[in-house]
RNA sequence: CCGCCCGUAGCGAAGUUGGAUAUCGCAGCAGAUUCCGAUUCUGAAGGCCGGGGGUUCGAAUCCCUCCGGGCGGACCA
């Protein structure tokens, strides 16, 4: 792996413990110790860089007071040619911690890595290639994209993202429910639709879907086809109504998607699940595995032998298998694709859902454990201080088409991935309106706005030469020493494994705030700290770090597909 | 009744493999610009980390219990 942060956090467990076996060696301490210990970044900076708490999770075993060891031990290490090359300090502090603190010598070596990988910064081979599916939004297509697709949309393209930035191969998915319940659902509220154009009395069942769109849809058909439809039987009629929008439906959301910049490798048809025979297969395959039992007239799944909660019906009285049962043979067809784990982005309203279907995968032979859920909380709409409620069925919900009409792109990529995807979370669509500096997504670009203008000023004026490169400024990095240059530094250090701990926690949320607190870091060493100075070596090492927080910027806006202005 | 998520400053959140004085943003208060972009920065103020009990050197973090909010518990998806 080539993560420059963690291979020294490595080098530094390593002095620790090569330091305990020096003092055993000399008879300080009564025995090597073999507890493990945590090596952390303190909260607080003045408890240095890093702190480890070994002579504490030690003192137990060696018998000693730990910050006794401690002092030991950092006495040790600071005499090591390792200890002079990357540390300024290391001291004993509190109960017994071991507190680090960067030297030059390590700001500079960190610096060089940094520019060499440029907007790669933070990328790392962690993963592997492990090839993953992320399935996410799903929507379903009989009607208008909401909120809670928007914010899957936005939340499993960047987790994707994040995978891939830590080594993982990622495949994004689209599963497509064109078939079943609601595909039957959706034919009866167009027939409804379709036959109202010419006889206003009739009215959409109340079962079936009110929203305008699908009477949008039957008046498009209509005005190709005319009445022609009222003289075919209602099986007839339905069917053909539905062949007609459904495909439009879907294509509208390939759109929206695309307007979303979500761009999928697979798009999924449930109805090809059926067309195969894969669903077939997968009930027969679980009725030769003893999994099921008939009564009332349908087909039963054991769940509750599984870790469901009860057991769940397959195939309906009316031998239509259940959206279950299909969706038992797609997890089945992901895993034969040849994925080693599978992430499905859910919200937190099919949570029931979750432990049967990884039983499921259990019951039949594979691993339901390789199969990860994340219950995305439902998003809550407010304007003007009220609760704005969401609903299919009005027709007056706001859509992901409303939602990006009235707000940015870049903006509602950002925001949605503000918050852990289990937090519940109010959009405020006055808020999300503004174009202002509140706006977290602004702060972040204007940062690398900010730094691309020093470099133009500076080439304009002729002060930069036109050769310059961030390398060239490398050889006088050690000149940085003001605290707001060092913290800087070290905050870009820390990006390759602040990416591999999001992508393992599933979570981008920690990396749109890296972003932020990094855009945080940066102004606050402009105020502190003039680039264009009178000393040359110190602006080159200045211009350099310069560099390198634009590219870290602009790398992590550009792979969660957000614009990375050079000027605003 | 059962299950899942959430509860941290006026508001929104971070921190949850147990560590030092609990972190950040917004709003409000007081300041900063002859000079690289003020869409910026500095400072002060603001807290029984929902309540209670337990585990231990140490708990926002782990366990129990109660309270409050959200969402589930279809031959819907």
Redesign the pocket.
């Given at each position: 792996m080539t993560d420059y942060a963690s291979t020294f956090r490595r080098a530094v467990q390593d002095a620790i413990l090569s330091a305990a076996e020096d003092l055993y060696n000399a008879g300080e301490i009564p025995a090597v110790p073999t507890g493990s210990f945590v090596l952390e970044t303190?909260?607080?900076r003045?408890?240095?860089n890093l702190?480890a708490?070994a002579a504490?999770?030690w003192a137990r075993e060696l018998r000693r007071p730990p910050r006794k060891t401690a002092e030991a031990l950092a006495a040790q290490i600071a005499a090591s040619p390792f200890g002079k090359q990357n540390f300024e300090k290391i001291e004993a502090?509190?109960?017994g911690?071991l507190?680090f603190y960067f030297g030059q010598g390590y700001y500079a070596a960190l610096l060089a890595e940094v520019s060499a990988a440029g907007k790669a910064w933070g990328r790392s081979d962690y993963g592997q290639g492990e090839r993953i599916n992320v399935e996410f939004v799903s929507a379903?297509p009989t009607g208008p994209m909401h909120m809670g697709n928007a914010r899957g949309g936005a939340l499993g393209d960047c987790l994707a993202a994040i995978l891939e930035a830590a080594g993982y191969s990622t495949a994004r998915e689209f599963y497509v429910?064109d078939a079943?319940?609601?595909i039957e659902k959706y034919g009866m509220s167009i027939d409804a639709r379709y036959r109202q154009i010419f006889d206003p009395a009739v009215a959409v069942p109340e079962k079936g879907y009110q929203g305008e769109d699908v009477a949008v849809r039957a008046k498009s058909y209509a005005a190709i086809h005319g009445d022609a439809l009222l003289r075919a039987t209602e099986e007839e009629r339905k069917k053909t109504l539905t062949d007609y929008a459904i495909p439009l439906n879907i294509a509208d959301m390939h759109s929206m998607m695309d307007k979303y910049r979500v761009y999928y490798d697979t798009w999924y048809h449930e109805s090809a699940l059926y067309a195969s025979g894969a669903v077939d297969a997968v009930i027969a395959l679980m009725q030769e595995k003893g999994l099921t039992y008939e009564?009332?007239?349908?087909l039963w799944y054991k769940a509750s032998e599984h870790g469901g909660?009860?057991d769940e019906?397959l195939v309906?009285?009316?031998g239509i298998p259940?959206?279950?049962a299909a969706d038992i043979a797609y997890h089945k067809n992901k895993f034969e694709r040849g994925f080693s784990r599978c992430i499905n982005v859910w919200g937190?309203?099919?949570?029931?859902?979750v432990a049967r279907m990884k039983g499921a995968l259990d019951a039949i032979g594979l691993d339901g454990s390789k199969l990860d859920i994340i219950?995305m909380?439902?998003v809550r709409l407010t304007r003007g201080g009220e609760v704005v409620k969401m609903s299919k069925r009005t027709g007056k919900a706001i859509t992901l088409v409303d939602l990006l009409e009235e707000i940015p792109v870049d903006a509602v990529r950002f925001l949605f991935n503000m918050?852990?995807p289990?937090?519940?979370?109010?959009f405020d669509l006055d808020l999300a309106v503004e174009q202002s500096?509140?706006n977290p997504v602004?702060?972040c670009q204007?940062a690398h706005?900010?730094i691309c203008?020093?470099f133009r000023?500076l080439a304009e004026e002729g002060v930069l030469p036109a050769d310059w490169t961030p390398a060239a400024g490398l050889p006088y990095a050690e000149r940085l020493t003001a605290p707001e240059e060092q913290e800087l530094t070290a905050k870009l250090g820390t990006l390759p494994s602040e990416i591999i701990e999001a992508a393992k926690a599933y979570n981008p949320?920690?990396i749109t705030?890296y972003c932020m607190d990094l855009a945080?870091l940066f102004?606050?060493f402009?105020?502190a700290?003039?680039?264009?100075c009178a000393e040359e070596a110190l602006m080159f090492a200045r211009l350099t770090l310069c560099a390198a927080v634009r590219d870290t910027v602009a790398g992590i806006l550009t792979m969660f597909k957000i614009d990375v202005p050079d000027?605003?």
């Open positions: 303190p909260a607080d003045k408890n240095g702190s708490n504490m999770a502090a509190g109960a911690f507190n379903n429910n079943g319940n609601q009564a009332e007239g349908a909660e009860k019906v309906r009285a009316n259940t959206y279950f937190a309203d099919h949570h029931g859902h219950l909380q439902l918050r852990a289990e937090s519940q979370m109010d500096a509140q602004y702060y204007y706005a900010r203008s020093i000023k949320a920690a705030r945080a102004h606050k402009y105020t700290c003039r680039v264009r000027s605003m």
